[in-house]
């Protein structure tokens, strides 16, 4: 937790309204995972986000980011992302 940081990214929403997100401060104490391996028919999905209101303890977030691979062949094909959100509201009853 101590190593977020809140941001907000201006020219994004309608009316110039800022956005805030969250960013996260390098600490060598992170662990961050790759998949090199990965194939084309392969797909990696993020539970980005969790809080609950009556628990603040129970925040969880999944940080993400893409980087240049330094083994790659210099004639590998350039990499794609797509991104797909969706929400998903689970209410008690």
Request: glycine share 8%.
């Given at each position: 937790?101590?190593?977020?940081?809140?941001?907000?990214?201006?020219?994004?929403?309608?009316?110039?309204?800022?956005?805030?997100?969250?960013?996260?401060?390098?600490?060598?104490?992170?662990?961050?995972?790759?998949?090199?391996?990965?194939?084309?028919?392969?797909?990696?999905?993020?539970?980005?986000?969790?809080?609950?209101?009556?628990?603040?303890?129970?925040?969880?977030?999944?940080?993400?980011?893409a980087f240049e691979d330094p083994t790659a062949p210099p004639d590998a094909e350039p990499r794609k992302s797509a991104e797909f959100r969706v929400g998903v509201?689970?209410?008690?009853?």
């Open positions: 937790m101590d190593d977020i940081v809140p941001t907000e990214i201006y020219g994004v929403a309608p009316e110039g309204r800022p956005v805030r997100n969250m960013g996260l401060r390098r600490n060598t104490d992170q662990r961050w995972y790759a998949y090199p391996g990965m194939t084309n028919d392969e797909v990696l999905a993020f539970k980005l986000f969790d809080c609950r209101k009556d628990d603040p303890d129970a925040f969880r977030s999944c940080f993400h980011t509201f689970v209410l008690k009853g």
